[in-house]
């Protein structure tokens, strides 16, 4: 019973992960920059995603751009779309094989089985965790990089936004969650390895009457 209770919060963990991830991707704040101008009235904020730039007016006008051209982006931008629709294809993956490992389940086939299905699902929620976690890291360094730098014009600076910390939060819990499950499917296998065999259990009526009929024998 413990055990289906860990591997209920693992899954819990794994499926707000990978709803993290599928936000993170879509989300087009990974940068903002907040442009004031003369006062208050003329201020845009500006977006910019893995897909499409938006801006958005202080008298509520919003427009987005699709990014159609992947050649002309940076490295950090193609390799950050790579890595999260990896991400988002792993995470998936992963909480399909674990749910059909987990011991709550009637999926799976016998004990050895699920319990390998388990293992192999975390191993892709951790994989899935890692590969969500390289580009938030990867985006956020280049941020502070080019923000710090002083040959950069101001108007070029920008701050993460909050897809980089939605997408470095889902990472994290990809990677919490695929590790219960390893954990929990590897603690099983050893409890299953130590725990004795049971012994065949005989009837006390049939030893007596075996007994009896070997007296028989003899008389």
């Known amino acids: 019973m413990r055990l289906a209770r860990v591997q209920l919060l693992a899954f ?19 940068k903002v920059t907040v442009d004031t101008g003369a006062n208050i009235i003329t201020a845009i904020v500006q977006l ?4 499409m730039d938006c801006t958005c007016y202080s008298t509520g006008m919003f427009s987005c751009s699709l990014k159609y051209s992947i ?4 490295t950090h931008v193609q390799a950050a779309r790579a890595a999260m629709v990896l991400a988002c294809v792993l995470s998936a993956l992963g909480i399909c094989t674990a749910a059909v490992g ?11 089985t699920k319990c390998h299905t388990c293992f192999a699902g975390g191993v892709c929620l951790m994989s899935a965790g890692v590969s969500g976690l390289i580009p938030t890291v990867w ?18 600076k920008h701050e993460p936004g909050g897809a980089v910390y939605v997408g470095f939060i889902s990472a994290v ?6 590790t219960i499950f390893c954990t929990s499917c590897m603690k099983r296998d050893q409890d299953a390895w130590l725990s004795p065999p049971k012994q065949p259990h005989m ?3 049939k030893l007596e009457g075996d007994s009896a009929y070997h007296l028989k024998d003899y008389v």
């Open 102 to 112: 987990m011991q709550c389940t009637r999926l799976g086939g016998d004990r050895e």
């Open 203 to 205: 009837p006390t009526a």
């Open 48 to 51: 910019q995603g893995l897909w």
């Open 71 to 74: 050649l002309s982006l940076p």
């Open 173 to 178: 819990l990809l990677l919490t969650s695929g």
């Open 139 to 156: 985006y956020t360094k280049e941020i502070i990089t080019t923000f710090l730098d002083l040959t950069v014009p101001e108007s070029n």
């Open 12 to 30: 819990v963990l794994a499926f707000c992960g990978v709803s993290g991830v599928l936000v993170a991707t879509v989300l087009p704040n990974w």
